[in-house]
């Protein structure tokens, strides 16, 4: 089992940054994928970003490829998503994910979910 917690969610101005983190707890951590997932309300839940687990690749949605950087560190059992030029459209609920999944965006395949983090960008 793995447990994840985020945090590091908040209110930004357009333009601005921030660093989400999420903590797991579990003795397969270094052996899964981890990915960023984000709910704006009314709306679907969304991918954002994945990474395997040795960390050598992330993968990104189109609306966040090149502003948004994953990683992680094993050793901590953290994931990070660093999040720069934050837009309005940013604006969401973002949840860690982990697990084996098939394909990286595929909401599906992740077994393991925190509770969420809010952000908040305005205009």
């Known amino acids: 089992q793995v447990q994840l917690v985020e945090s590091g969610g908040g209110l930004v101005q357009a333009g601005g940054s921030l660093r989400l983190s999420c903590a797991a707890s579990g003795r397969i951590f270094n052996s899964i994928a981890l990915g960023w997932f984000r709910q704006a309300p009314g709306k679907e839940r969304e991918f954002v970003a994945a990474i395997g687990w040795n960390g050598e690749s992330g993968y990104y949605a189109d609306s966040v490829k090149g502003r948004f950087t994953i990683s992680r560190d094993n050793s901590k059992k953290t994931v990070y998503l660093q999040m720069n030029s934050l837009k309005p459209d940013d604006t969401a609920v973002y949840y860690c994910?982990?697990?084996?999944?098939?394909?990286?965006?595929?909401?599906?395949?992740?077994?393991?979910w925190g509770q969420g983090t809010q952000v908040t960008v305005s205009s």
């Open positions: 994910a982990g697990g084996v999944p098939g394909t990286w965006s595929i909401k599906g395949g992740y077994d393991y």
